[in-house]
């Protein structure tokens, strides 16, 4: 979620791996953008200070063992990454950590090199012993990351001979979060390397009453859930979307209004800072009990709404030969920013698929466009009638 | 989750009986529960649920199914469309 969509795992992606693990994934900033690691080896250095509580020997060379408890350092970066300060470079050194006093028998956890990731599955291993193998996947969730293929089938193998696990452990499981398995092969990682892969828990809250039950997930444990709080999470805490439109259309107006345009004035504003909290995050919010499937119609929907309102506020009703332009503009312009706000939502949910948003894009994006420009046309008109 | 669905019939989603063997991987992996092992067959309990994540397909030994994976991101397919880019993915 964690590490959500994807909500890795992307709570939505959940808890945080879930989230994160989120699928909160597919399109949440975690996710999308490979930067590169520049200065790689000191970004992993500089942090790891007051998560590794001490290093022991084992044939491999030293092996870090990891503190369970988050530090209020850990808390203070899984806020920063939230809301997407250094999200990218937000990543540990991949390699084999412990836990505890790991020993031979100790089980193995795959988990991803986001450290929301890492911090949201050792965080539950408190009084375990257990390895924790960190893959490389570029800083990336674990569900995002097995969606592009790097945590995958190759990248365990070769995490598994650089680190020389079969040297420290005596038995050949490792435990893969569940939406790690876009990106693996299980079958294909026994075949080369021996290792048997069960997958665990979606959420890694999950993972003790999973060791618990003889290391069976129930099915209430398999699937992705995009609660209430996750879909929260996603659009008031990760402050991408919908506030970023927010400073750029105030920004515009307050241009505009420098140049003199008498028409406009803080009534002219709001129904913009409406249509776009109404699509960035008003409709994620209300998301399953809007009516309606497609995402852009849900957001088409409050935004007709939104539009009568502020019909209603500005006096456009009656709809009289004086006011009927600018009410139309208004009914085409704001439930349009409104739909295509929220079908950018679709790349957080937890359940739409690829082919599902193209069918409702190749209806939506044409009818958004066509309504909005026309819209824009209209308003040009009454606020050159004004001058 | 009945609350949450997004458009039916869509999915790219396909599964030949004759291949399976009921070896359950691709019930556990599936974070919507599409799969259900039903006398020793894997069956698709409702494949509109279906969000294309690609992982039964991929976890399946016996190649018994198929689905073209990818991410359900109107943004992710907008950039890959303006960058000419084949198949929609994040970033």
Redesign the interface.
Known sequence: MMDTKKVGTASPRLNEEGRGSQ?S???SPE????TAAKGKEESYTRETAHWIERRFETLVGPIPVVRTRLSRNDVLGKVKARFGIGRMNYKIKPGLYAVGSAHPGSPIFVSANYKLSFDSLRRELVGLDAWILVLDTKGINVW?A???GTFGTDEIVHRIEETGLTRVVSHRVLILP??G???????EVTRRTRFKVV?GP?RAADIKDFLAGGMK?T?EM?????KLKDRFVLTALELTSPFKYLVIVTAVFWILCLLGLPSLSWKAWYPYLGAILIGGFLVPLL??WIPG???AWKGWLLGVVWAATVAIFQGLLPITAASWERAAANFLVLPAISAFLA??F??S?????????????RYA?PAILASFSIGVVLLAVVLFRGL | ?K??????D???LAYDADRCTGCG?CA??????IFCIKDKKAAIRDRD???????CA??C?FAAISV???????????LSEIKGREA????
Do not use: D
Request: hydrophobic share 35%.
């Open positions: 699928r994934c597919e399109c996710c999308c953008g490979w995002c097995a969606g592009k569940q939406l398995a876009p990106g693996v092969a299980a079958h997958y979606v997930a099915p398999r699937l992705v859930t995009f998301l399953p499937r497609p995402f079908m950018g679709t790349g949910s937890t359940y739409t698929s690829l082919s599902g948003v193209l069918k409702e894009m994006v | 989750m609350e949450y669905r997004h458009l039916g869509v999915a790219t991987m556990e992996v599936c974070p919507h529960a649920l279906c969000m294309e994540c690609g992982a991929k976890n030994p073209r994976p990818g991410v359900g991101c109107a943004w992710g397919i907008l929609p993915s994040c970033g």
